[in-house]
């Protein structure tokens, strides 16, 4: 985004926009950017920057604009569908209607309709989101029908022509590869086939964000740490599962970017834009063109997963870069972004983000489980879960997105499924660390929350199922030897993904101990009788 290539005067989200609102009677007009958006730099210039309309916006309306990456809190509950979000509001904050990307034909016409609608409804006009009315998620029991629905999804949506889940445009979903590695492999590996042939960036490393096309064609090419992090685990599980060297090299090639084009020094850049007409340059044209601009901002949620991704391969290949880079995201991130357990968004110079977001609880929370396992440092870990249980646990036992505010729809809970199902699932594998089932329970009362809802769930949250299954019972290798030791090394490579493995462990004197919901199935003293034990489990 180029807020100097519009002619709109925006405000900030905040008290002082509002009260113009409200003063003045007129509508707002958020605009929910990224930095990293090609559309919404498109559509500055192409349609903020017309004088006509800016002049039509400026008197007509109240004009705010809001970076979705530093508000996810605004952003949850005001995205249509993409960046930009165009979105008309009532003064008190309500829906009026929105768009995402509009040119200048488009959004004069949006215009004249929301005048009209204000002018002859005014607050009655608006609406609040249906997740947002019905906020108090649908709870349920846990039972086998939550996977094998999963699994009914999974055959039902997969292309079996082209690879991936859909039949218009492709996303990874590598939460949903995941998920398919031990329960439909061929559906895995094909799409994970697909993506590193039409999504990775061969010359600069890094994975494009989508493919516009069924076939993988038409790729938009912004590049996401938080994406690019999770393609990282997705595809050295499949290195893990499969022994598939394409895959260890798709996921080692894209560490490399993260840790040089997105690294600012001290932990992970946010992203990096997609300007098309760089991307399909020759590479000894790109050489000499200007890069598409990185947003340096170190987000702790991105970090998170970037660490954990980073560890992850770590723990299949004892990759000596991904271990580094890991750990001194992860110092810096816990040093300047988590105080007494509550974790904040990010710093940039005297500015401070919002804190105590779901988000970013469960994703630092999930590196610091990971790093537990991986290299046997805990960090805060049982601080920042504690405070996450302590202040943003809802009765029915699903968590806030953050505590909630008084400005628009932020004054309206919302229970996002997916970073609870993160935070539950991340949870479970700190209740085997610890050996506390306090933590246990309170994964399942947040899986359980969402129960009644479970067969309307499709595969996007695949990872809901996945942690339902763990829930009934979960498997841990105890290793009595600290971590990077052979045998706890040996645990790493052979553990399925949902299984935890806790190193150091008391009383077991430089063995190993496999358990499946606190039953012990076997011991071993070595390498070799660790994985004759798991092997002849299997």
Known sequence: MNDDATKVEWNEWGERAFDVAQQTGKPLLLSLVTSWSADCNAMDAATYGEPRIAANV???????????????????????????????????GRVLTGATFLGSEGFRGILDKVRETWDAKGEDAGS??????????????ID??????????????????????????????????????????????RTLDAIQTHLLDTYGGGFYRYARNRNWGGPVREKLTEENAALVRAFARGYRYTGDESYRNSAEDTI??????????????????????????????????????????VFADRNGLAVDALL???????????????????DHVVDELVDGGEVTHYRDGDESGPSGLLVDQAHVLSALTTSWQVRGEAGPAREIADWTIENLRHESGAFYDGQTGELGLLDSPLFPLDTSVELADTLLDLAVLTGEDHYRNVAHDAIAAFGNAADRMGIEVAHYAATAARLRAPEAIEVGTPAGTDLH??????????????????????????????????????????????????
């Open 256 to 297: 490399e970017y993260l840790t040089t084009d997105l690294w600012t020094g001290d932990a992970f850049a946010a992203s990096q834009g997609g300007n098309e007409g760089y991307y399909t340059l020759e590479p000894t044209e790109r050489e000499e063109a200007d890069a598409p601009p990185i947003d340096e901002t």
């Open 58 to 92: 400026n008197d007509g309306f109240v004009p705010v604009r809001v970076d979705a990456d530093r508000n996810p809190q605004i952003r949850e509950r005001y995205n249509m569908g993409g960046f930009p979000s165009t979105v008309f509001l009532t003064p008190q």
């Open 128 to 141: 609040v989101p249906r997740a947002l009315r019905d906020a108090k998620p649908p709870g349920g029991a």
């Open 489 to 538: 090394r040996a645990a790493l490579r052979l553990a399925d993904h949902d299984t935890v493995v806790v190193p150091d462990a008391a009383g077991l004197e430089d063995t190993a101990r496999h358990q499946t919901d606190g039953t012990v199935t076997g011991t071993a003293d070595s390498p070799a009788a660790l994985e004759e034990l798991l092997t002849s489990e299997t």
């Open 144 to 189: 086998d029908r939550i996977e094998e629905h999963m699994v009914e999804q999974l055959l039902a949506a997969y292309d079996d022509e082209f690879g991936g889940w859909g039949s218009d445009m492709k996303f990874p979903l590598p939460r949903t590869i995941e998920f398919a590695l031990v329960r439909a492999r061929d559906q895995a590996t």
């Open 312 to 330: 992850t391969f770590a723990a299949y290949t004892d990759d000596e870069r991904a271990t580094r880079y890991a750990e001194r995201a992860r």
